[in-house]
């Protein structure tokens, strides 16, 4: 079984199926998620059809994509097709995106009068545009900055549980997951979640499990880990490694939906079966196709599909020649017209199991504002759209009940 070139192989000790009880269900205020799966945040990726279908494979927790609250509050068409959802979706779960205390709690309480039952908030975004203007990752370099957000979205919540996902910190030399893990339990977050990596580092490199380790030591609260789930045995791995109350599965179920019922096995004691074949991956991809034309229409929807198409077939005999035709589909006629070159009955590659689907290896100098780490106790929000009198009233209010 190929791993990466710098992991070692696994043993059969690492790919044990869970002992009955091993594992608890994951609590997260008066939810319980067993197992104790996340599908991670991704934009561009976790939308509605793309959630539907994991769940349809397995159980967990399935987060929207990060909505921007500010988009959502002035009701931007797309920001609020992307945080809804269909009947029968439950837990509902959104991942909300901003900076500004008052737009974070708003935006929260309008999710819970819309039927959400589980409110995550980004920490952890690299992107340049974003942390340039102290977003995203920059936020727990300001500790009292990071609490007022929590602090907005709890109390606008309720007794929705709302939890924070975050990144090792800036870089190595900036180090603010234990801060932030600090404030997420001062602050009454029902859990954090550590995706093991520094901004700088984005996705290259291997998420740091001791760091998972050092902040399940560090926090009472529930501490999920992310980073480097590809294969069922990875999540129980770093759960028996690290302590932590769950996992996060992010790059590996791309393309891979199936890997939640393969979590589900494993986590339920029973080993695996193997991956589909090309003739059954085909069928789950006009299934995702057809979910994306209901949620976004043909035109939208089959843009969509285009990379979700060579994620699918990522490793599998004529993948790389079928790229360029995959990424022009239009109809699902289109798409099978080239999936048809692949004889049904192939079976899965091994060498696309931990095939590093969606973003690349490079690395980033972070860029922060200027003077950013000489206000490190300042506690204003960035590029606020409300004055801080406003802004300090809402907050009184918010407070008061
Ligand atoms: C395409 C893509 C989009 C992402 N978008 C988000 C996002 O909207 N919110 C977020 O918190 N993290 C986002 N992430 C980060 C993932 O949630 C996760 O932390 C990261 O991929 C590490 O997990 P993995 O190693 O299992 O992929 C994104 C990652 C990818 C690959």
Redesign the pocket.
Same mark, same amino acid.
């Given at each position: 079984m190929p791993l990466t070139d710098d992991q070692p192989d696994p043993t059969p000790a690492d790919r044990a199926v869970a002992r009955p009880g091993e594992f608890a269900p994951l609590t997260l205020g008066p939810l319980e998620v067993w197992p104790p799966v996340v599908l $991670?945040? &991704? $934009? /561009?990726?976790t939308n509605y059809p793309f959630r539907s279908l994991c769940r349809e494979f397995g159980a967990g927790l399935f987060v929207s994509? &990060?909505i921007t609250a500010r988009g959502y509050l002035n009701g931007h068409e797309l920001t609020r097709l992307l945080a809804s959802s269909h009947e029968g979706e439950s837990p509902r779960s959104v991942?909300i995106y901003g900076s500004d205390p008052l737009d974070v709690g708003e935006m929260a309480r309008a999710l819970v009068a819309d039927g959400v039952e589980h409110i995550d908030l %980004?920490f952890?975004?690299p992107v340049p545009k974003v942390t340039r203007h102290g977003g995203g990752s920059a936020i727990p370099v300001k500790p009292r900055l990071l609490a007022r957000l929590v602090r907005a979205a709890v109390i606008a919540a309720g007794d929705v549980p709302v939890t924070i #996902?975050v990144r090792k910190g800036i870089a190595d030399d900036l180090l603010t997951f234990l801060d932030a893990g600090r404030v997420a339990e001062a602050e009454g977050a029902a859990a954090i979640g550590l995706?093991a990596r520094t901004a700088a580092q984005l996705?290259s490199g291997r $998420?740091d499990r001791s760091a998972i380790t050092e902040l399940v030591n560090a926090v009472s609260i529930p501490v999920l880990g %992310? /980073?480097? @789930?590809w294969e069922s045995w990875d999540a129980l791995s770093m759960m028996r490694e690290t302590g932590c109350a769950g996992v @996060?599965?992010?790059? /590996?179920c791309l393309g891979r939906p199936w890997l939640f019922r393969e979590l589900s096995d494993a986590f339920d004691g029973r080993t695996p079966a193997p991956p589909p074949n090309f003739g059954r991956i085909t069928e789950i991809m006009i299934d995702h196709a057809e979910r994306l034309i209901d949620f976004f229409g043909e035109s939208t929807g089959m843009k969509q599909m285009r990379k979700w198409c060579t994620w699918y077939t990522v490793g599998f005999p004529g993948s790389a020649s079928a790229r360029a035709a995959l990424v022009r589909v239009a109809t699902i006629d289109d798409m099978l017209a080239v999936l048809r070159r692949c004889p049904p009955d192939t079976p899965f590659p091994d060498n696309a199991l931990r095939a590093n689907r /969606? #973003?690349g290896s490079r690395t980033q100098d972070v860029t922060l504002p200027e003077g950013y780490l000489e206000q490190r106790d300042d506690d204003t929000p960035p590029r606020s759209a409300h004055s801080p009198e406003e802004l300090a009233a809402w907050e009184r209010a918010l407070q008061g009940g």
């Open positions: $991670a945040p &991704m $934009a /561009g990726v994509e &990060m991942q %980004n952890g975004c #996902k995706h996705y $998420a %992310n /980073g480097d @789930i @996060i599965v992010g790059r /590996g /969606g #973003k």
